[in-house]
């Protein structure tokens, strides 16, 4: 029976500690987004470091031919 007398204050005080240090952390917002450091690891920020000739995402203006260019140009060729 005393070690109940000594256990239950002891319990008493680990949850205390434990509420107080759950609202210091919801304060310091340790809880504000969660998701997004797991997605932000997904984006591609290294576009600077690809060269200009490798890149995917534009393409330079002299290299492509607008479609109604491409079909006169491929008409020229067979006539």
Known sequence: MQIVMFLVPLMLVLVA???VLFS???K??????LEGPA???LYDDDKDMIP???RQD???P???EPES???QSDSDKTA
């Open 62 to 64: 002299d290299e492509t």
């Open 28 to 33: 310091n917002g340790q809880y504000d987004d």
């Open 39 to 41: 997605h932000r690891i």
């Open 69 to 71: 260019q491409a079909k």
């Open 58 to 60: 534009k393409a330079k």
């Open 24 to 26: 210091w952390a919801v």
């Open 17 to 19: 500690l434990g509420v």
């Open 52 to 54: 200009d000739e490798a």
